[in-house]
């Protein structure tokens, strides 16, 4: 690397939620990243495989083992920072997630987050985004059954983000949420559910602000029903 050239990454000073202790994590930086489409499930692929922001969402602390994203609230409920301690940092073998992570390591460090998120009751709707991108890395190495398992985690988590309407005040509107439980149900052969809720965002139409997951909806509802229709030829 040149003089001139500037590092896609960068170490970003952290503190705690939990132990208030502060620790280095890395991240990526923005003008750094290229994206050249989207999945269906909106997972961003990137023009260069080597610089994946996904990998570094989560910063887990060294100190007590805690970690989280930049969606979890600072808000820790009665009895839940003692629930952590006693599941979490009571195990917690110190090490540093800081620096280049691996595919291996970006997992474990969500599987931490969902972790920290469960103890600490984070809305169902952050645990699912952590479910969504785990299953995202796995396609990325083509791991199917591992891709699928944790598509079908995420899924669930939205269902119950969405009856909760823990979603209300973030950025997922309700069009954004019932179209990616469509989507995710149809990935994994859920086609009750999958038709279901295609059908809602679609009849949704005229009320929502979201022109194009409306039309992201109606494209993918083609798609199925002409890939049904091949199936019923073959």
Request: with cysteine; hydrophobic share 35%.
């Given at each position: ?229 091949t199936n019923k030829i073959g």
């Amino acid at each position: 690397m040149s003089i001139m050239e500037i590092s896609p990454f960068y170490e970003k000073k952290m503190q705690c939620l939990l132990c208030k202790e502060h620790f280095p994590t890395t991240r990526i930086r923005s003008r750094q990243v290229r994206v050249s489409d989207h999945d269906s499930d909106f997972r961003p692929i990137y023009m260069n495989k080597e610089i994946n922001p996904l990998f570094y969402n989560v910063a887990v602390c060294p100190h007590c083992g805690f970690a989280y994203t930049d969606d979890f609230s600072p808000y820790f409920g009665p009895g839940t920072k003692e629930m952590i301690a006693k599941n979490i940092t009571a195990k917690w073998r110190s090490r540093s997630f800081g620096g280049i992570r691996t595919n291996e390591e970006a997992v474990e460090a969500y599987k931490l987050a969902y972790l920290s998120a469960n103890f600490k009751k984070e809305k169902h709707l952050t645990m699912a985004g952590m479910m969504l991108r785990i299953a995202w890395i796995y396609r990325e190495t083509e791991q199917n059954e591992q891709e699928i398992r944790y598509l079908r985690i995420a899924r669930d988590l939205y269902l119950q983000a969405f009856s909760n309407g823990d979603y209300v005040g973030t950025q997922m509107s309700e069009t954004r949420v019932q179209y990616i439980i469509a989507e995710l149900s149809w990935r994994i052969h859920d086609r009750a559910q999958a038709i279901m809720n295609f059908s809602r965002v679609i009849e949704a139409q005229k009320r929502s602000t979201e022109p194009t997951i409306i039309q992201l909806a109606k494209d993918r509802w083609q798609e199925i029903r002409d890939e049904e229709a091949t199936n019923k030829i073959g």
